[in-house]
């Protein structure tokens, strides 16, 4: 069965920083999706990266980056320049790349703090 | 523009006293999903529908059901509430065969006094 880790329950960052969630996953699978989803309080959960694991060149969007290890199953989010609006809960995920039924599996969460 | 709206925000019932929730959406999806998140948890799938045909997770306890009348609505039903079941329920949609982005809803928090 599938697994999903985030050992940082809590993080904070001051604004316009970089901070890095971190993400570790467990499958035997070789092919599969990874996904960064964000929850801002009492908002819907949003995406905010996708990464296919056939692809070995990291996703990339805007300010939002992640290092896609596989080898070691690592799936780290890099945010760059971090905005206010970046103050949410943020789920790391899993999907098989056969969908089984759309089934993600979640990490337990990272909740991250921007400071002014 | 809200593309997957679940009804209530915020739900209250009693021990024992069914509910029902509901979520709408105007993205044509075939496929809808329904998720439970308690607190502090990660969300985890209760079960989805791929057009009609329903399917349940293995250990999505019998007390949650579902119904989709139609493409656009999907409802959770929770027979006879729990402590446990207090959550937050989370609904979302894809697109075909093998889509792999889901649109999520605001969700539903439940409270069960």
């Known amino acids: 069965a599938q697994t999903v880790t985030q050992s940082q329950p809590e993080m904070s960052v001051q604004e316009a920083e970089t901070v890095t969630l971190s993400c570790t996953y467990d499958t035997s699978e070789s092919n599969y999706y990874l996904f960064w989803y964000k929850q801002p309080p009492s908002r819907q959960m949003i995406l905010v990266i996708r990464q296919e694991a056939y692809k070995q060149q990291n996703a990339t969007e805007n300010r939002f980056s992640v290092n896609f290890q596989k080898a070691a199953k690592s799936f780290s989010l890099k945010i760059s320049d971090s905005q206010l609006g970046d103050t949410a809960m943020y789920f790391c995920a899993f999907m098989g790349f056969y969908n089984q039924g759309g089934k993600l599996i979640f990490g337990q969460g990272t909740e991250l703090s921007v400071k002014p | 523009d809200a593309m997957v709206i679940q009804n209530p925000r915020y739900q209250v019932t009693q021990f024992g006293k069914p509910v029902t929730l509901s979520c709408s959406q105007t993205l044509n999806h075939n496929v809808m999903y329904w998720y439970q998140q308690k607190s502090s948890q990660a969300p985890k799938l209760l079960f989805h529908?791929?057009?009609?045909?329903?399917?349940n997770e293995a250990d999505t306890p019998d007390n949650f059901q579902s119904r989709r009348p139609n493409t656009s609505f999907c409802f959770l039903d929770i027979r006879s509430p729990g402590l446990g079941d207090a959550a937050m329920y989370l609904c979302?949609?894809?697109?075909?065969?093998?889509?792999?982005?889901?649109?999520f809803g605001a969700g539903s928090r439940l409270t069960v006094l």
């Open positions: 529908y791929y057009d009609k045909d329903f399917n």
């Open positions: 979302a949609t894809s697109l075909g065969a093998g889509a792999n982005v889901l649109t």
